[in-house]
Every structure is written in C-alpha cells, then in structure tokens.
T-cell receptor
Framework: NAGVMQNPRHLVRRRGQEARLRCSPM?????VYWYRQLPEEGLKFMVY????????ESGMPKERFSAEFPKEGPSILRIQQVVRGDSAAYFC????????????FGPGTRLTVT | AQSVAQPEDQVNVAEGNPLTVKCTYS??????LFWYVQYPNRGLQFLLK??????LVKGSYGFEAEFNKSQTSFHLKKPSALVSDSALYFC?????????????FGTGTRLQVTL
C-alpha cells in the first residue's frame, strides 16, 4: 500500500513564475491537507480538501494561492507569481476522514524561488 | 482556537538515558493529541496518539507519552535514548468536533542524543 506521494520533490522557480505541487493521497483516503513549513519553523496549516470540495482554507494566503482536489487525479496546490517568501517545504497529508485518525504525510516538495 | 506549546527548542540527552520532550495544549473541548518525528529533509512520521482511555500511550520505536488533563500536557518519553532518535519532534492537537479537521502543530523540539 503506497504512502502519500508528492511531486516534484524539489522545485525551483524564478520570481513571477507559477508553481504547481501535486499530492496523491494514500489508497482509501479521500481527505487531503496541505501544510507549509518555513525554515526552522513548525508546520502551518493551509487548506483541507475532500474530493471536489474545499472544506477549510483558513490558512491559505488570500492572493496567489489556490488548491483543488478533483474527482480524478491528484490534489494540486498552485502558487501564482511566486515571490522569495514562498520558498518553503510544502507537505501534503491524507486521512480517512475520522477525527480520531492520524494524518499520514508525504515527503514534501521543497520550493525554492530565485 | 486550538494551540500547542513546545517550550524547549532543543533537548540534549546522552545515549542510554531517559528522555522527555514537553508539550502542552489548549483546546475548547476534548483533545486528540499526536506526536510526529521529522528526520532531515523528510516528511513527518507518525509516532503515537491519544484519543481516549489510558493516559499512558505507547507508540513506535519505544516511545510513549503521558496525557495529563489537569496540566493539559502530553509529554513524549523514552526510557533509554538512542543516537538514532536524534531528530525534530512535533506535538499536534485536534479539537474534537466530530470531523477530520486540521492539526495544529507546535514549533518543534530538536532532540540531540550523544554518545
């Protein structure tokens, strides 16, 4: 049973470009969460999605960031017009939807904006 | 709003000695509490969780944690530390709302185990 998959593992973008980060949840999981980790900091929640629905986007910056989890295919975190401050590790986690159930994390995508 | 505090940025311990990594939490209702470990350039690995029941929870790699409701704490412990335990440890909480809502993480504690 494959774990949470994220790609790419490393992504370099120039200021002003777009970044697309992909996440495939564990088999059987339909709940996806995105977190951001700045250097030497903890994880900050960004968005929680179920298939075709955004459940909680309270941690998403108001501009340039968007997320989706289509009926088919991986979840996508999209960052438009990236700036240096977007450089971070972005982690995806998945769960089976039960509150008592832990979230399983992917290896992360390390975004570097030059 | 839910929150977690990890008061120590770093904990140093000699191999073979017991270790404790501290965590306190704040939630409006009953908490679900989790510990994760992160090795360099890796994702988070689940260690253990407290949902209900016995206050002493046992997890992976010999780790355990004690839930203390009166002190709102959930400290991570191990009787005998290994050099390979050196990593970044995160405590997380979820307020029980009946839904699989977000986790709120502490800032992390770096554990350094030396020979």
């Amino acid at each position: 049973n494959a774990g949470v998959m994220q790609n790419p593992r490393h992504l370099v973008r120039r200021r002003g470009q777009e970044a697309r980060l992909r996440c495939s949840p564990m088999k059987g999981h339909s709940h996806v969460y995105w977190y951001r980790q700045l250097p030497e900091e903890g994880l900050k929640f960004m968005v929680y999605l179920q298939k075709e629905n955004i459940i909680d986007e309270s941690g998403m910056p108001k501009e340039r960031f968007s997320a989706e989890f289509p009926k088919e295919g991986p979840s996508i975190l999209r960052i438009q017009q990236v700036v240096r401050g977007d450089s971070a590790a972005y982690f995806c986690a998945s769960s089976n939807g039960l509150a008592a159930y832990e979230q399983y994390f992917g290896p992360g995508t390390r975004l570097t904006v030059t | 709003a839910q929150s977690v505090a990890q008061p120590e940025d770093q904990v140093n311990v000699a191999e073979g000695n017991p270790l404790t990594v501290k965590c306190t939490y704040s939630v409006s209702g009953n908490p679900y509490l989790f510990w994760y470990v992160q090795y360099p350039n890796r994702g988070l690995q689940f260690l253990l969780k407290y949902i209900t029941g016995d206050n002493l929870v046992k997890g992976s790699y010999g780790f355990e944690a004690e839930f203390n409701k009166s002190q709102t704490s959930f400290h991570l412990k191990k009787p005998s530390a290994l050099v390979s335990d050196s990593a970044l440890y995160f405590c997380a909480v979820r307020d029980y709302t009946g839904t699989a809502s977000k986790l709120t993480f502490g800032t992390g504690t770096r554990l350094q185990v030396t020979l």
